[in-house]
Each structure stands twice: as C-alpha cells, then as structure tokens.
C-alpha cells in the first residue's frame, strides 16, 4: 500500500497534492465532504486536474476522486490531510469508524498542534492502537486553484519540517514521507513542527493592523507588499521572539522566521522581516483577506496564536504581543478566541509540566 | 484681572481660543513656546488672527503675542493652557518661577490627567500654597489652523465637563469660567474630567488597526470615514466600556461615549458607536495621520490609553482591550509606552487607595 495516498481535502492544498503525487507515481484518492461536493463536483466528471505552475503545466488524471470517507481510508494507508486547522476536529471524527492500525495519518500542515488534536480524539474513542500520526510545519506547496478543476503550484518548499507522535515513530514515518517528499526534515516531535508553523506570526498581526483597510476596502489590499509595512513587520518579528522563547524553553532551535521563510524557498536572505516579505516573489502577487471572516485572522488566531500563548503561559513565558493581537482579534471579531480557541488542554497537555510533555510528546499515551 | 486671560500655546486650540476669547470681550495674551517661536512670528506682526467657521468670518486682533513666560504669566491671572499632554510637565516647569497665589491655571484640556500632573510639579517644588489649577474634559472647540494667521472653528462644543484640583475649590473656578464658556458643567474633580477625555476612545485604536495602511499610503486616509468600519468601531466601544468600569468605580456618571458626542455636538444621536462616528460632520471631513508619529497615536497613547489602564490595574479593574491597543503601539514605535507614559503614581496617587484618592481630590496636598 506504500505507493497508495488517500488526500484529505480538495482545497488549493489538497488539489495541488493530488496532482502532484500522482505524478510522482502515487495511486491518489481525492476525498472532499460531502457536505461541501459541489467543490469537486466538476473534477469528478474526469478525475483531472489541470496543473500549471513551477512543477509544469500538464492534465494530470488521478486515481479517484470521492465523497464517502469509508471509501477514502480503504484505499490507502497513508492518509495525507491538507485541511484547515478547524476542520481537523470534525474530520477526525469522520476517520474514527474507518480507521485501521495499518493507517499512517500525515497532516500536511499540522497548523499548530494538528496531529496531537487528532491523536487525543483517537484515543480517546479507543481507536489509537497502532494508528501512527505525524505532521509538517507547512503546506508543501504555495498555491492557489485557478479553477474547478485547476491549481497553480507557485513554490514547492525547500523545507518541510517532520515529525511523528509519538516520536517514538519518527523514523519510520519518515522513511515513508522522505519517498513523498524529499524536502522533509526530521525534527524532535510534533510540538517542534508546530512551533515552526509560520501563519501565526505572519497573518493575524497584519490583518489586524490594516483591519479597517480591509473592511472598508473590501479587500482592495494585497496582504504583504501593502499591509507589512516597516512597523508592522516589527510586529511580526516580536511575536516571532515570543514564539522562538518557547523553542528555546523545550530545547528546540529556534529558527528565526526570516531563516526559516528563506530555508523554505518563500524569501531571499535579508536583514529585518520587513525586506524579507517585501524582496519575496512569492508573497508580492498575494491580495489580502476579502474581509475579516477569512482564514487569516478566524484560523490563525484561535488555532495558532492561542494554542502558542496558551503553551507559554501555562509554562511561564509572557507572550504581550500574541495577547494583545488575540485581544483585538476577538475584539474585533466579537468573538472569544481566548476561550474558543485551540488551548494547552485541546492539544492533550493538561496537569502536565514540561518535562511530562517532553515525555508524552516521546512515548504518547500510557 | 477678571476680564484678563493668558492662553499658552499657539496651536489649534490656542488660536481659536485668543481669537473667541478676543471676541467675548477679554484682553487675550497669547503665548507661545520661544523654542518654537517660528510659529508665532507671522502672527507677532499684526497681533490679528483670521477667524472663519461657525463663530464667524473676522479679523480679530488680540492684545499680546509673546514668548516670554515671565510676561505672559505676569499679564493675567487666569492662565489658560491649550497644550498637549507631552508639553504639560515643560510648561509647568517654565511658568514655576513666575506663579503668584492669585493664578488660576485652566487646562483646555486636561488630556487624562494634566491638572494633577501639574499640580503635582507645582507642590514638590514649594509653588502650590493659593494656585488654583482646573480642567476641561475637552478642547472648547473643534478647529484647525488655515495659516500662519489664520484659524477656523468647526465647533463650538456644546458640553465642557470642569473641575478644579483640589475639588474644594470648584464653585470659585466654576464662578470664572462659565463667563468664559457657558457651556461648562461642573462635575466632581479632575479625575472625572480626565475620564471623559474622549481621545484614548477614539484616536489610538483606530490608527493601530490601521497601522498598515496609514504607513504605506503616507496618511492617505480619513480617520473616522474610512479608518473607524463597524468592526473598528466595536473595538472603540469596548475601549468605551472598560473606561466606564473606572468611572463607576469611582461614582462618577458612566456617560458612553455616544451619549457624550452628541451632547458636545460632535456626532448625531445613533445606536451604535459606528454609526455616530459615520454620521458626523464634524468628524467625517478629518484626515488620518500623516505616519505613525502621530499624536493620535503618540500622545493618546502614552499620556490618556496608559493614564486610564494605569488607575483600572491599581484599583482591580481589568482593561483588556486598552493594553493591548497600548502593547501593540508599542511594538508598532518600539517604544516602552507602559513604562514611559503616564501613570498612577505621576498623577499623585502613589501609596493610594480608592478613599485616599478620593480625598485626595477633594482636599488636594495635606
């Protein structure tokens, strides 16, 4: 089954995946819910994806595209998910009755604490035993999808930070993953892929600093080369302190986000953040956020920023910056992100200290 | 000296004030900063400022510019000052060595705190025995320089809360400024006057959510038209809210924000904040700032956001939406405005609990 990928997901993520795989020789299973078909609607008439972009531009057929997740686990063992934070939850859910001992989930991103989300539903509902979880820090690709049944890869990331939970699996679910993409990059655990997840510190920061030009705008506004001015980037660059304080605290390195965006092929070498994301051709032709309901600000704050400022304080590292970008956020919003969102507790840390999480993120549970 | 009014600064407000104050019938000595005497110097040839606006089209000469403290103070014994919140320790310093116990010092406004900070200067250097200080809760007018010489008012507020320091002494300041302005009501002490200050509600949340733009465009941006959208607007009414619990705190009237724009004649009554600051005339023609080295940020920021955040920590009262609108100023200027603005203890209040400030208040100094 090791040449067998079931994707989860038929977004910009899943769709460049998809295309990607098969032609890497992969047999690809599409699967996208039910509840929101109309999505793949048009690709299911003839399973083909058109594909432009870095990685060229060609008709790429899959294997299958479907709606009924019982299908979806059958046909592989790996099970690659590419979708959005806040859908990880239901979605476990959805895997729960299908799921095999054999099955190797890969979340492609983790978005912050992704595979331990998952692997508390699991184990809680008796279904752990043997499923292997791990994540990336990162989609493997920068894309957007041109159309029903197309998707332009723009990057395909030179880093993909790995990591299994347990970790105890680290290097067999790399050896699975390195064949798929030869980018991956085997760190300590999954709290180390999710503490490299760039999105909470260079989304909700600018959305919220140009939150009345986006309203007003209705997205006229183009998220980095309008929106990450020199002070905002100073704000960007501050959370990602915040952020490398953590790091440091469980042993990890802390890769500045301005080597990280470089190591993955996002920016060039430069000195502030704020060339960084101006020098970057990646960024450049990306408009911003339409309006404040946008992933940029609803995923990345309660799922990213909330599940890092929760860590640290629980484990005493101040965080004033992250806060205050939730505070407003929620404020903003009229929504309570700091109760809402993705806390040390939801990723399965609660009553433990640091060095009890050191060891569950090694062995898992029991 | 009753009819004899020393007003010191010649910004918006100083000159609108010499020229209305001209007008009502005062000798007006008009005073400005020698450092910054380039201001003033167009002015000094003619002693006449041009008034348009709401309180007419007219050449008014006034009796005296200077830039000479000594004669400034000496001229009159009301001292009217229409500075901003950073100038109000150096002025107070520069008018040490001439103050007599007949000076009545008039902060229009107070800018969160002014009479307390000055009077606090004035007693720690052995000059407070008979001063009398006293302030507004706003500037009496809304207005903008048109030139060297000339100044237009936009409106004449119809609301000015007062009081004086130490509060024993309101009916005596009352008894002269009403004169000057009818519009003047007498409300508890110059903490209930420095929490109706409008600014920190209106002016810092705004610039920061739009902090993106305001940079990247050069200020190409109104304020309150296209920087304050229904989502900007909830953030400044939870601003509004959180300074309503200190205002409780202390028995003064919670007057919202809204309730408080229509009785200065500044917005139209309306049920929610966005739409007050939407209907407004007075507010709709004003541009953003130019940068972020904006008094809407670097004034209301440090001196009003701090000041109230300040009392609301000491006293129990949480302000989560105003420390993070502080945090992320700070971050945007990288500057230390928690450390470096104004706080609880510069106001006196230093070793106080709520009765003691109270009292304090009151009875002032011993």
Redesign the interface.
């Known amino acids: 089954m090791e040449k067998k990928v079931t994707i989860i997901g038929a977004g910009n993520g899943g769709f460049a995946a998809a295309a990607d795989l098969t032609l890497g020789g992969y047999q690809v299973t599409l699967y996208h819910d039910e509840a929101r078909k109309k999505t793949v609607e048009e690709l299911m008439k003839t399973n083909t994806i058109e594909l432009t972009g870095v990685k060229g531009k060609e008709k790429v057929k899959i294997y299958k595209v479907t709606t009924n997740m019982k299908d979806a686990m059958a046909e592989s063992d790996i099970i690659m998910s590419t979708i959005p934070a806040y859908g990880q939850e239901y979605i476990a859910n959805k895997m729960l009755p299908y799921l095999r001992k054999e099955h190797k989930i890969i979340l492609t991103p983790g978005s912050t604490g992704g595979a331990l989300v998952m692997a508390k539903i699991f184990y809680e509902k008796g279904k752990f035993d043997g499923v292997k979880i791990a994540e990336m820090h990162t989609l493997p690709y920068a894309c957007r999808k041109t159309s029903p049944t197309g998707v332009k890869i723009l990057l395909e990331c030179k880093k993909l930070y790995f990591a299994a939970f347990p970790a105890k699996y680290n290097e067999e679910m790399y050896k699975i993953v390195k064949k798929m993409y030869p980018a991956v990059e085997l760190i300590k655990d999954v709290l180390e892929t999710s503490l490299n997840n760039g999105n909470p510190v260079s989304h909700p920061a600018?959305v919220?600093?140009?939150?009345?030009?986006i309203?007003?705008s209705k997205g006229e506004h183009y998220h980095y080369r309008?929106?990450?001015?020199?002070?905002?980037a100073?704000?960007n660059q501050?959370i990602d302190l915040e952020r490398q304080e953590i790091c440091k605290l469980f042993g990890y390195k802390a890769i500045d986000i301005k080597d990280r965006l470089y190591l993955m092929g996002y920016a060039p070498k430069r000195e502030t953040l704020y060339e960084c994301y101006r020098d970057s051709e990646v960024f450049n032709p990306l408009k911003g956020p339409k309006d404040?309901n946008d992933r940029y600000l609803t995923e990345d704050t309660p799922y990213s920023l909330v599940a890092l400022a929760s860590i640290a304080h629980k484990l005493g590292i101040k965080t004033?910056?992250m806060?205050?970008?939730i505070?407003?956020a929620s404020?903003?919003?009229?929504e309570e992100y700091w109760e809402n969102g993705r806390t040390f507790n939801d990723l399965g840390f609660e009553g433990m200290d640091l060095e009890k999480i050191k060891d569950f993120l090694q062995n898992g549970y029991e």
């Open positions: 600018p919220v600093l140009n939150a009345g030009k309203e007003y309008e929106g990450i001015t020199p002070s905002v100073r704000v501050k404040l004033p910056v806060d205050s970008v505070t407003l404020a903003l919003k009229d």
